[in-house]
């Protein structure tokens, strides 16, 4: 029909789900079609009105409405949380073995060439030889077999419901994965974690969305070739043996709960990651938990649906709490180069190392004595009085003494000051920059709450004093406390 036109030898959007499509399109009309396919063909030829056509009557010819079925079915009570009410659609679809029929000019011609290719041709001989006492179906592109095909049994397909099988960013982050959120009576399938619509880098995404749910197999990335079990790794050579972590306290993480803004927690976690480029260690990014007033809203967090936003990823704890972790967390900017873990890989790392007598060696602020004043109250601070201002370059000395221990544990928030001569000053200013979630003008220039993307190119340069900060914070030094057993 178009001779020398048809060919889909070019970059194009046909994924894998329009190759299930085009499939079904076929199964259910009896024909060859390939309606997604088409358009993978030139642009030039689909403005032609004889391609117009041919795409009309192929969805003449696919008959759907005709061939499926729509049935409602009541489902138990406990299922109702998942479906939304007392009853589920399912719709089936009786499939046919199709056939080119001599691949009528109307359909758009023959797509395939009169000889069959090596790999096609290798593929059957591989599929005969697996069970050579079976047939092979009728062969689609011979005409001649259409009779055949037509006499063959019809299979009944259903399609899965919307609401047990849609993937992560429509479902599962509304708390429909988790068993936790859903009362561990009735639980979604875990399904397709492909599209996530955030401010997450989109490979690393996939794997996170596992670890969250504490279904990632840890082993499979050691085992394969070139692959690191963390994302800190990256960029670390072929190995992960030196990292070492800095994290909160568990007693001082349970404190952000408290906080009071998304200003305040910026502040505080700003003061981990440049302590970290201090001691080259990598974050053990906090989380916060998803009932913190500034988190939340207002709105419940104890029964799907979420509404939590897509700045937050929410999961839960082995006990059953349920935590918010920024998705912002999850690029390379906060991660990669032994610059951050996240919780799940912190809580992977540290079971790695229990029993060593390294110690979950604590440091501990202490406010100077000679600088002693009452605290201003301020709207968007409520732990202002935990915060410790150190100074860079008058710890790094004394906390050399931890430099081998695998965990160091910071049970005070602290806001970090770097001499400009210094050289981790740089550095720290680098990740402020790069990692958002710690530029808390520049993520609220970039970001809302609701985790809406703003104004990208608004973004300002970091500013490692961060003026949304309490005008005043006390002075003081980092004390090391007895060394520990992890596990």
């Given at each position: 029909m178009f001779a020398g036109k048809k060919?889909?030898?070019q970059t194009c959007l046909y994924a894998d789900q329009d190759g299930y499509a085009d499939v079904l399109a076929d199964?259910?009309?009896?024909?060859?079609?390939?309606?997604?396919?088409?358009?993978?063909?030139d642009e030039g030829l689909r403005a032609e009105p004889k391609w117009q056509q041919v795409h009309a009557t192929m969805h003449e010819h696919m008959r759907f409405h005709e061939v499926w079925t729509d049935t409602d079915f009541l489902v138990p009570d406990s299922w109702r949380l998942l479906t939304g009410g007392p009853s589920t659609p399912l719709r089936s679809l009786h499939l046919g073995m199709p056939n080119c029929r001599g691949w009528p000019e109307e359909l758009g011609g023959q797509w395939y060439p009169p000889e069959r290719g090596e790999f096609s041709s290798d593929f059957l001989e591989q599929l005969q030889a697996d069970a050579p006492h079976l047939p092979l179906w009728p062969d689609a592109e011979n005409a001649s077999n259409a009779a055949a095909a037509d006499r063959l049994p019809t299979?009944?397909?259903?399609?899965?419901?919307?609401?047990?099988?849609?993937?992560?960013?429509l479902r599962g982050r509304h708390g429909y994965w988790d068993p936790h959120v859903t009362g561990n009576i009735a639980q979604q399938v875990i399904a397709h974690t492909h599209f996530i619509d955030t401010h997450a880098n989109t490979a690393m995404a996939k794997r996170v969305v596992p670890m969250s749910l504490h279904r990632y197999n840890w082993d499979l990335p050691q085992r394969a070739s070139g692959s690191q079990p963390y994302f800190a790794?990256?960029?670390?050579?072929n190995h992960c043996s030196d990292l070492q972590v800095i994290a909160f306290s568990p007693e001082l993480g349970k404190l952000l709960g408290s906080s009071a803004s998304w200003h305040e927690f910026a502040l505080i976690i700003q003061g981990l990651a440049a302590l970290?480029?201090?001691?080259?260690?990598?974050?053990?990014?906090?989380?916060?938990?998803?009932?913190?007033?500034?988190v939340s809203r207002g709105k419940p967090v104890d029964k799907p649906p979420l509404q939590l936003g897509g700045m937050w990823l929410p999961w839960s704890t082995h006990a059953g709490d349920?935590?918010?972790t920024p998705w912002p967390y999850v690029n390379h900017e906060c991660l990669a180069g032994s610059r951050g873990l996240l919780p799940w890989e912190f809580e992977h790392f540290y079971a790695q190392h229990a029993g060593f007598e390294f110690g979950a060696s604590t440091v501990h602020a202490l406010h100077d004595e000679d600088n002693e004043y009452e605290l201003i109250s301020e709207a968007h601070f409520e732990l202002a009085e935990h915060i410790v201002e150190i100074d860079a370059r008058s710890e790094l000395d004394d906390l050399q003494t931890l430099q081998y221990q695998p965990i160091i544990y910071l049970d005070s928030f602290i806001h970090v000051i770097f001499p400009d001569s210094m050289a981790q000053h740089k550095q720290?200013?680098?990740?402020?920059?790069?990692?958002?979630v710690l530029n808390t003008e520049a993520y609220t220039a970039i970001f809302d709450l609701d985790g809406n993307r703003g104004r990208k190119n608004a973004q300002p340069m970091a500013n490692l004093g961060l003026s949304h900060r309490p005008a005043r914070l006390r002075r003081g030094k980092l004390h090391t406390r007895a060394a520990g057993v992890v596990g």
């Open positions: 060919s889909i030898h199964m259910a009309s009896g024909y060859m079609l390939f309606p997604k396919a088409w358009y993978c063909l299979e009944r397909f259903a399609f899965m419901p919307e609401w047990l099988g849609l993937g992560y960013w790794c990256n960029g670390l050579g970290g480029v201090t001691l080259d260690r990598a974050v053990a990014w906090p989380s916060l938990p998803c009932n913190t007033s500034w349920l935590m918010c720290a200013y680098d990740v402020c920059e790069e990692c958002t």
